[in-house]
């Protein structure tokens, strides 16, 4: 039986909420603040950035802006000289570029047309208009795309001819007792899709032809259809039907084709954002320049205008984002790239005749998304740049040693607003997930964040080849309603996974080639154990998951596939059954279901309803162009019939974006934060707490929680190891570099067979060089099972400059120094490289005030593979012992440096500042490092001083157990570490 077409309300009384339970709703939810905010957001705009708008003179010496004149308030054109920025008298001379909405013709005498009945162009001068192309009534036809030659003489054009494209039916909500029905033309997987043709017409009407392009019986798609760049030569792009083909021709307006470029790739050439599509004319059209990921990457080729001999113009590991501009005169071609981090966006150049490498424009100073409006000439351009939370900033620069002219745009109101309501910034990090795959994620914590309490994880997940969800943008990833769910009490998180449109390399997008769904389900769930992992505040007994669209897909398969993973699932307008979806999209990356039938299997979320255990809410909209209700109600009958709870929410008579009607925005987003905190308990629990709900069997105290004696208290024991310094190079001395992976995987092991530990620590260089060696040592961590903690060494940060800043975040690390709690200890992680020579990248100011500060303090005469902690540092971890005094809690401190017994060749420069800070602290038993690999011990004042030996050094794996009792630190050594016992002050 059918499903028929229904809403379904989710009214607050049709859950039956306990009272009990309605009184723990948040009280920003109950006061109506929550709602308040998101009217802020989507209603009033008060969140919407103000964007900047000018039209460039033809010879690029000024812009032109429209604006309110301040006297009259009437809209007024102002034209302002690109040099200064300052208005002038001046005004462009010549004619620009047509505007492409107008369809005028090169000389403005003429304007294009596309109506009812054809193609037709009107006289501006008198008014009158001649028909070019009459429709043919016998078949479903529309004219597309016209475009004037160069000269005005003809005009190129597309025609769609949608005859043999199945129709679907939809009803029209006029009178509800009656609905009337309309038809929509839908090419659905499998099906007949649109026939296309490219023609020449001149300008009179006359001598029309068809360029002789063959079509298989499958059909085929056009990508770029432009003069090139003369008036004797049309370019087209056309794309197989399945995207695995390309080719580009060029076609005399007598009808000659002649093929100049074609490439062929099994998964796909083009993706559905089209970034690879078109070309770019140079040399007065004698050399073309593509974009093709035929060698791996996203690069730049040049080609001679026939096709006959190539070169690569953008070398290297990194992809193109986009293709910019090409400034011929200054022999450079522009595009947007960001090699080291994908969730950015900055503009780089490489020299036209590969004369030169890469190199940045965008001020290495300003991170985020950055956008280019470029002058004619290539020389100036309105620079725009945002972060997640940051509002856009929009400046007229010069491109040459990026100098600001003027600020246009800095959106200076919204960016006071973001200060007060965005006050705690977003994180960006890295999590490992497979042998050198890494994830890119964000996250938001709530305003009160406390990191000694674990909180649900809520994931906004797409996850598809379409989109990237991890973007330093502002806006971006509905960010704005995340922050708001954020503060009722959420981790708000969003992964990007292999397959989606990073500029991570060809092979990470095309992993997914043939089966959507399957390993973004995967990389999506080891990635949010990653983050559990490496985040004791992260509570995976509480994980909802929410998307739209290809997301709400991945909130199925979510909790279809994961059921113990996802306890509550948010599907918005789904695809559950991949097939029924369009074609132009989905064979992109699936082909046919016939070609294809077991990739089509195993994508489909329905295939796996069975698996459903929690809390599933399906939106969707009975207007559905995109994704039809006829598509997810296939799933409501196999949940109906597998016997399986949900929930269902029609909106009426809404398409894909569900934004239809006064309201319906912000009632979306109430509804899903509903659902959420209704079936997913918001808020802070203690560590103890949680652990006990999900079977562990810890005594974690949190930092509210009432201070117990430690009598009452079991012992508690951990891993310590130290100086693992991996990295693929000869062995040097008694340091056996490549036997780090073997030395971890024994510890790991220990730590995975041992009953009773808490956790375990590395106290820093983890690799000795190489950022790539993290990646081999990562997936060995990730086995895992209790939670590990890292020092920072100065070997760690022995990698190449740009990589300095993601060290931290590659070791699962928000702060490159932290403390965490268990039960009445309290451990903190020291950061020995926070003034050193190597802790920083040479271009950013922490290097320029580490400088400052060992030149300063004469520590230029020390060894320079040491380090210092900095004042901001010292202050904290004074803070820390305070509170720590204060709340009766022991203390053990850890560091990669020693500070006793004195050893001039590994100590902290400012060690003796270190011991003066920590010594009157009675909470204080016992500091703890690595880096002298011989080991060490000493006792001073009541604290006990441990240096670990190395493992580096050491054929056999040397680590520690260290048990902490009531009066007692009690060291089991392996390997060539010593046993030691120790007396507690």
Known sequence: MRTFLFVFLLLTSQFAVSSSHAQQMPTSWTNGTTEARLKAVYETGEFRAKGFSANWWPDSKGYSVRQRDSETGERVTVHYDVRTGEETEAKPLGRGKPSRGRLVSPDGKLKLEVRGDGLSVEDLGSGESTLLLEKDTDRAVSFRNPKWSPDGKFIAFTEADNSKVRKRSMLVPDDPSYPGVREQQFARVGEKITTLRVGIVDVNGQNQRWLPLDSPEEGFYLGTVEWAPNSNELLVERLSRFRDKREFFLASTDGELKRIFHETDPAWVVASQARNSGL????????????????????????????????????????????????????????????????????????????????????????????????????????????????????????????????????????????????????????????????????????????????????????????????????????????????????????????????????????????????????????????????????????????????????????????????????????????????????IYMNTREANPDGYKKSAPLNFAEGLKGKLLIVTGSGETNTHIQIIEGLVDRLIELGKQFDYMVYPNRDHGLSEGVGTVVHVRMLITRYLLEHLPPGPRSIDETDKAIGMDKAVNAADDTAVSAKELPSLTFCAAADCQYCDQPTRGKRVYRNGPKHLQACVDHCNKTEGLSYMVHLGDFIDAKFESFARLNPITRELKIPLHHVLGNHDFDVADQKKAEVAATLGLDSRYYFFRYQNWRFIALDGNDISHHGWAKDTPEYAQSQAAIKANGWDQKPNWNGAIGESQMRWLEQQLVAADAAKENVILYCHFPVWPVDEGHDLWNAEEVMSLIEPHQCVKAYINGHNHNGNYAQKNGIHYLTLKGMVENEETTFANIRLEEDVIVVKGFGAETDRTLKIR
């Open 280 to 587: 770019t004319w140079i040399e007065d059209g004698q050399t073309f320049i593509v974009i093709s990921e035929k060698d791996g990457w996203r690069h730049a080729w040049r080609y001679s205008r026939d096709g006959e001999t190539s070169q690569l113009l953008t070398p290297g590991d990194y992809d193109i984002i986009e293709k910019a501009v090409v400034d011929e005169d200054g022999g450079w071609y522009y595009f947007y790239a960001s090699p080291e981090n994908a969730t950015e966006r900055y503009l780089h150049r490489v020299p036209l005749d590969r004369s030169g490498g890469l190199q940045r424009v965008t001020p290495k100073d300003q991170p985020g998304t950055h956008a280019y409006d470029f002058s004619p000439d290539a020389k100036w351009a309105f620079h725009t740049f945002s972060t997640l939370d940051t509002p856009p900033v929009t400046e007229l620069v010069e491109l040459a040693g990026h100098r600001v002219v003027k600020n246009l745009e800095d959106n200076r109101e919204l960016r006071e607003r973001a200060k007060t309501v965005f006050s705690r910034p977003a994180e960006f990090i890295q999590l490992p997930i497979d042998d050198g795959v890494v994830a890119d994620a964000w996250m938001i914590k709530p305003t009160d964040f406390d990191e000694t309490k674990k909180y649900p994880v809520f994931v906004y997940v797409y996850g598809e080849p379409h989109l990237q969800t991890v973007l330093n943008q502002w806006g971006a990833a509905q960010n704005h309603f995340h922050r708001v769910i954020a503060d009722l009490g959420y981790i708000v998180v969003s992964i990007d996974n292999r397959g989606t449109p990073a500029p991570k390399g060809a092979a990470w997008r095309r992993s997914i080639a043939g089966s959507l769904g399957p390993l973004s389900t995967e990389d999506q769930a080891a990635a949010l154990k990653e983050l559990a992992r490496t985040r004791p505040y992260v509570d995976l007994s509480r994980v909802g998951i929410w998307g739209w669209s290809g997301g709400g897909s991945n909130t199925l398969n979510a909790l279809f596939r994961k059921p113990d993973d996802y306890h509550v699932g948010i599907a918005v307008v789904p695809k559950p059954q991949p097939h029924l979806y369009n074609a132009w999209f989905q064979e």
